[in-house]
Antibody
Framework: QVQLVQSGADRKNPGSSVRVSCKASGGTFSHYAISWLRQAPGQGPEWMGGIIPISGTPRYAQKFQGRLTITADQSTTTADMELTNLRSEDTAIYYC???????????????WGQGTLVIVSS | QFVLTQPPSVSGAPGQRVTISCTGAGSNIGAGYDVHWYQQLPGTAPKLVIYANNDRPSGVPDRFSGSKSGTSASLAITGLQAEDEADYYC???????????FGGGTKLTVL
């Protein structure tokens, strides 16, 4: 059974960057997309982008193009997300999640990491 | 704000049946993309309860079922239990946005 464990909460100043890590264990890592999603307080999840580790090519939601970088390391079964030029509206819980269909960005997300709270405030 | 539209809240008494709707458009649900449903308890990550419109992951009770027709989908929960009280989200893929889209969520209250 795949488990995803994320790095801890962080507080950042506006204009800075944040990096969140997601360590996978217990299952196949390389062929299933790892996506990053975020959830602002009281709102639904929002897909930010993802990567299929074996291909190494990320895909980003248009909204985050230019500010978001997603990488994956097959040797450590870890995926990272870096969001730059942070603003207060980026305050949210950030989740990594594994895609349900091998080799595809289509499909469901299961499992999810435990979430990482990122607060952007001066 | 959210591409998929869900009612903000639904409620039902223990033992009753409730349904939660999810309305999309021709670029997502109406284009034939599958719909998936998640349950989120307070302070926890979303948990998959229905995938590919009407399939259940192992461990999810058969009280949960899904359906899809046209540009809409529904999640049904029968034999409502107190532990079902949670937020529920639908998700699909949108060809115009080239990515996943979610509904704004529905809060289920068990009376």
């Amino acid at each position: 059974q795949v488990q995803l464990v994320q790095s801890g909460a962080d507080r950042k100043n506006p204009g800075s960057s944040v990096r969140v890590s997601c360590k996978a264990s217990g299952g196949t890592f390389s062929h299933y997309a790892i996506s990053w999603l975020r959830q602002a307080p009281g709102q639904g999840p929002e897909w930010m982008g993802g990567i299929i580790p074996i291909s190494g090519t990320p895909r980003y939601a248009q909204k985050f193009q230019g500010r978001l970088t997603i990488t994956a390391d097959q040797s450590t079964t870890t995926a990272d997300m870096e969001l730059t030029n942070l603003r207060s509206e980026d305050t949210a819980i950030y989740y990594c999640a594994r895609g349900g269909v091998s080799g595809s960005f289509l499909g469901w997300y299961d499992p999810w990491g435990q979430g990482t709270l990122v607060i952007v405030s001066s | 704000q959210f591409v998929l539209t869900q009612p903000p809240s639904v409620s039902g008494a223990p033992g009753q049946r409730v349904t939660i709707s999810c309305t999309g458009a021709g670029s997502n649900i109406g284009a034939g993309y599958d719909v998936h449903w998640y349950q989120q308890l307070p302070g926890t990550a979303p948990k998959l309860v229905i995938y590919a419109n009407n399939d259940r992951p192992s461990g999810v009770p058969d009280r949960f079922s899904g359906s899809k027709s046209g540009t809409s989908a529904s999640l049904a929960i029968t034999g409502l239990q107190a532990e079902d009280e949670a937020d529920y989200y639908c998700q699909s893929y949108d060809s115009g946005l080239s990515g996943s889209v979610f509904g704004g969520g529905t809060k289920l209250t068990v009376l």
